[in-house]
């Protein structure tokens, strides 16, 4: 509640909108080295009541097939209950599912990306399953913004 | 439901958000900082010494351009190049993300004459193909590697504009892009054109041939085919078992390497209590990876590839995500041939693995 009320209250003050993105995407970057925000991110992910279920580690893939890149990773997350809610109302979203941030280092900084969750709630039709991934948005932006 | 203090606060506290959203008190003092920090820094970087996008802090940037100049790029973004169009953003905010912006160089700004330039367009096209092509394209579509940050290998932090894109040729006046042909930009790969011996008419005559691209080529907003489904999805006439070895059958001889099956729900629930009829295969080939992260990092949103199946009621059915749907989200006009060449691939897989 805590965290709602400051993400209310930030965004409020910031005279910005909930979902500032780039053409249906959430980027942010952290001013931490990646380790540093890969650590806040997995953290911040749990505050927030969802269950961490693999880190992709797309750089070791790449770099063991002799490709160059710096650490890039894929975290995948949700709440059992609501991926089991979209999967059983919605099953044309099953293939997004669960969710998802990319993170990647860039010099001494990090980049998340993710998927505005709240554009999937144009192909749905239940208005329960329109709300959750308009709060699966926002948390992105308040799980984002701890990572900063 | 059960009935909480949290249901009723909820409400009330995004009534709360909203009221000081649209308070004209907030709206009155936007912060640039704050602003540039949430919508700018994640490609500019905080300090703007850019990355996926223009490294704005370059003084020669600063130098050879107007405010009006940033406000219309922010405004009107960049068709296809990544850059968005912020057009949700105030007029005060906007010139308040220019003010900070402003801040990282001791740079003067131009400041625009307004003057239009009247050249020969014929000409100009022949002086262009010359000078300008190598770097901005042929057709004035700019540099290739729009969306590449310096989490790959990159050789420069800037990508030539593309010339004939329209958010370009809405922001850029012929003032602006007269004084960047003469004076070149320090620190970047564009030269100053007087100085390698081109005259005045002769610039001219190239931004009268560049501004011509506006009623003949200019690029627009990639649209999104409003018929384009969001995830592919295939009967298979298989049991659940057999249609996953077709599926990892398929894309082994479309050269992908089978990275793991798992079930969706593995990692998410205990152990042994995942459903067992939804299964994803995830596989790769890393060449084609490591090219589709080359145009445009954050495309890793939707890789590695992945196809679902899912058992239910004794129907099996095989689906991934759509693609050419995607492509859409990233403003990144490059990414279109990769997408649509991901797109046929998962068509084939499928196909191949529910025939």
Known sequence: MRRLVAALLFMAWSNVSVADNHGGLIMHRSMQTFPEAMLALQTTIGEHGYKLSRVQRVDIGLTKSGYKTDKYRVVFFGKPSEIRAVKHSEPQLIPYLPMKVVIFSEGSETLLVAADTSEYSKLVKNQHIKDLLVRWNNDIHSIFSDVK | MPFSLRSILKPGLLLLASLLYYSPAVQAAPSGKLLYGMHCASCHGHNGKGGMGVPLALDSFQGSVSDDYLKKTIRFGRPGRVMPGFT????????????????????????????????????????Y?????SCHGANGEGGKGTGVTFSRPRDLPIIAPGLNNSGFLSAASDSLIKSTLMNGREGTPMQSFLKQGMTEQDIDDVVSFIRSYETRTATKTPQKNP??????????????????????????????????TQELEQGLVEKG?????????????????????????????????????????GKVQVMSINPRYLSALYNNAELDAACDEMYNTYIEIIEEATL
């Open chain 2, 227 to 260: 018929d384009e489904k969001a995830v592919i999805i295939m009967d298979s006439p298989h049991d659940l078992k057999t249609t996953i070895a077709q599926v990892k059958s398929a894309a082994v001889a479309k050269n992908f390497r089978i990275i793991r």
């Open chain 2, 273 to 313: 209590k995942e459903n067992k009829n939804e299964v994803i295969v995830f596989f790769c080939n890393f060449e084609t990876l490591n090219k589709v992260l080359a145009i445009d990092p954050r495309l890793g949103l939707f890789l590695p590839c992945r196809v679902t199946i899912v058992e239910k009621a």
């Open chain 2, 88 to 127: 949700h953003l105030s007029d005060a905010q906007i010139k308040a993300i220019v003010k900070h912006v402003r801040s990282f160089s001791s740079a003067t700004p131009l400041q625009d004459s307004g003057l239009l330039v009247s050249g020969n367009v014929k000409r100009g096209k022949e002086l």
């Open chain 2, 129 to 133: 193909a010359q000078r300008c092509a």
